[in-house]
């Protein structure tokens, strides 16, 4: 039993690293563009389906793990300069209101080109077998994920807090009009950080593939969990994004574990006790 | 302004009315489901247009009405069953939801709401006295003294009927005094408060008058249907009310309608020539929100000279 409660949360935190690559980019978006991004699962469903074309093609993961996320930047980057720019001096609904839209649009154009039905994807060579940790049989790829997202992690940390691009970010993050009174080209700040998110939605979608498989509605069913975190960690904060994701990730893990009849329940209810209670999240600055 | 009004108003519904006697089946129950999401797309628009609070979480209301009325229906099947009952549940959760759900504002509320409707679609999902994932089928209709609503006819006078009064009454709410208060407080919540206005009790008000309308909304839906399923709770059933009213127009009812016709003429037209339509819809939203933000309504508005 006790290697049981570890595959447990171990397949939790995998989920939750997953969960944190993709919120980071959603936390920063709304931060900086005051966007709550609807399209962020689509950004991982396009990660997840360019994956498995790159894999097909190439036959190398790292080589998708790399050019994946750089084409749904790209097309981030196009979603923001063309869609999303003209629309910052309306009302901020707006905005949520477009990006509900490219959740059809992005849908639909994956059923077109890659059909409908599940694709699965193969991982790596290097992790395609299993291990035994403290008596439970973890495939290695789990644990090659949360190493990658923990590790992605530092890296981020690293870039938002100690780098002079982390700190612009930041700036905009707390007051974007004065960041581009200052002197920086805000717009293109807004530009990059959308890009970014986008990105690591991409890169995520990569990730999950071989655990999770393509399909096309994937990109919903990750976009609520990934809203609940960014509430439950706090808009616009990394931190909030790092431990909201791992609670997340282990409250639906044992969930579904202990209590199946309510495990689809208890994230949610958890979210509403969090903005109840704490309407900043966890770890965001007070409401104005 | 009122006259050409009442005359447009009343030849639509002549329109509306006289449609079953030259159409085939299918545009007639193709212009019931219109009616039907028109119904809950106005309920929607009473939050977002009028009270400005944008919910994403109506579809709980929408899915208490149906399977209250599934429920209900099944035992005694009245007009109680088929409006009364999903209507006070509606209601009752919205009281309950609108409570919590008021205290924040904003990406807050849309957040609160939306975890609300999807504690119901996890509930309805997973519980076998619902029927779990399958729904509840065989839902009889009611019976409706003097009028057989089994057949089709009968049933489309049924829905015109009550399309007509929910809104007339909705008409008469966002015209009253009420109505004003909600649009003070759409465009400043503070200068109300200010004023002495208790902000609060006016949009729980909204909220579940909102939430009542959806309800009945969602009992016809069942009703029409024969079946109801935890999809009614999903998501997704918000989002496209949400779409119905943009497309239409915001703050405007009538535009709600035809939001909601757009929607679903664009649904089966648009799936009768291409598998795309979820592409084509979504292009559509997209080009709205850019270009049209008023809506149908508005552009409509723009084009011949109308005031609002």
């Known amino acids: 039993m006790p290697g049981d409660l570890f595959a447990q949360a171990l397949n939790g935190l995998a989920y939750g690293v997953l969960l944190f690559l993709l919120s980071v980019g959603l936390t920063l978006i709304f931060g900086m563009l005051d966007v709550v991004n609807l399209a962020h699962g689509s950004f991982y469903m396009l990660g997840a389906y360019a994956g498995l074309s790159l894999i097909a093609g190439t036959g190398n993961f790292w080589l998708a793990l790399l050019v994946a996320p750089l084409a749904v930047g790209a097309i981030g980057a196009v979603i923001e300069r063309s869609c999303l720019r003209p629309l910052y001096r309306r009302p901020p609904l707006d905005q949520v209101l477009l990006t509900f839209g490219f959740i059809y649009l992005f849908e639909d154009l994956v059923k077109w080109i890659w059909g409908g039905r599940i694709r699965s994807i193969p991982p790596p060579d290097v992790f395609s077998g299993s291990v035994s940790v403290l008596g439970a049989i973890i495939p290695s790829y789990r644990l090659f994920v949360i190493a990658f997202g923990l590790a992605m992690a530092v890296l981020l940390f690293f870039l938002i807090e100690r780098t002079r691009l982390g700190a612009i970010i930041r700036a905009g993050v707390f007051d974007a009009e004065m960041t581009g009174g200052l002197g920086i080209n805000i717009h293109r700040v807004f530009t990059g950080v959308f890009a970014f998110g986008a990105a690591l939605g991409g890169l995520s979608g990569v990730i999950a593939g071989p655990i999770q498989s393509a399909y096309p509605s994937m990109g919903v069913t990750i976009l609520i969990p990934a809203l609940i975190v960014v509430v439950v960690g706090g808009l616009g904060s990394l931190k909030g994004s790092l431990i909201g994701s791992l609670l997340i990730g282990q409250a639906e893990t044992f969930g579904k574990a202990w209590l199946p009849e309510a495990s689809m329940l208890i994230i949610y209810v958890l979210m509403a006790a969090i903005v109840l209670v704490r309407p900043q999240g966890l770890f965001g600055r007070p409401l104005k | ?308």
């Open chain 2, 1 to 308: 302004m009122t006259h050409p009004r009442l005359l447009a108003s009343a030849l639509v519904v002549v329109a509306l009315a006289l449609f079953p006697l030259g159409a085939g089946n299918y545009p007639v129950k193709l212009l019931q489901e219109i009616l039907i999401w028109g119904i809950f797309a106005m309920s929607l628009d009473l939050l977002m247009g009028y009270a400005g609070m944008v919910s994403f979480g109506h579809s709980a209301f929408f899915g208490i009405g149906g399977y209250v009325a599934a429920l209900a229906l099944g035992r005694s099947p009245g007009l109680v069953s088929a409006l009364a009952l999903p209507a006070l549940a509606a209601g009752l959760a919205a009281l309950l939801i609108g409570f919590f759900s008021i205290r924040v504002s904003g990406v807050y509320f849309i957040m609160l709401t939306l975890a609300f409707s999807q504690m119901f679609h996890a509930y309805t999902f997973q519980v076998s006295w619902l029927g779990a994932e399958d729904g509840l089928v065989g839902i009889p209709r009611p019976a409706v003294p003097g009028l057989d609503v089994s057949t089709l006819r009968g049933f489309h006078a049924y829905l015109l009927v009550l399309l007509g009064l929910l809104a007339l009454a909705l008409a008469r709410i966002v015209r009253s005094p009420f109505g004003h208060v909600l649009r003070g407080i759409h465009e400043n919540e503070a200068r109300m408060e200010a004023l002495g206005y208790a902000v609060d009790r006016y949009k729980l008000l909204a909220f579940v008058i909102a939430g009542l309308v959806a309800g009945v909304a969602g009992s016809l839906y069942s009703q029409f249907n024969g079946s109801i399923t935890p999809d009614a709770f999903f998501w997704k059933t918000s989002g496209e009310a949400l779409l119905m009213v943009i497309i239409g127009g915001t703050g405007t009812l009538g535009g709600a309608l035809l939001g909601a016709a757009a929607f679903i003429l664009l649904q089966s037209l648009v799936s009768t020539y291409t598998e795309r339509w979820m592409l084509i819809l979504g292009a559509t939203f997209i080009l709205f929100v850019l270009f049209a933000p008023g809506g149908i309504v508005g552009a409509l508005r723009g084009r011949l000279g109308l005031r609002a």
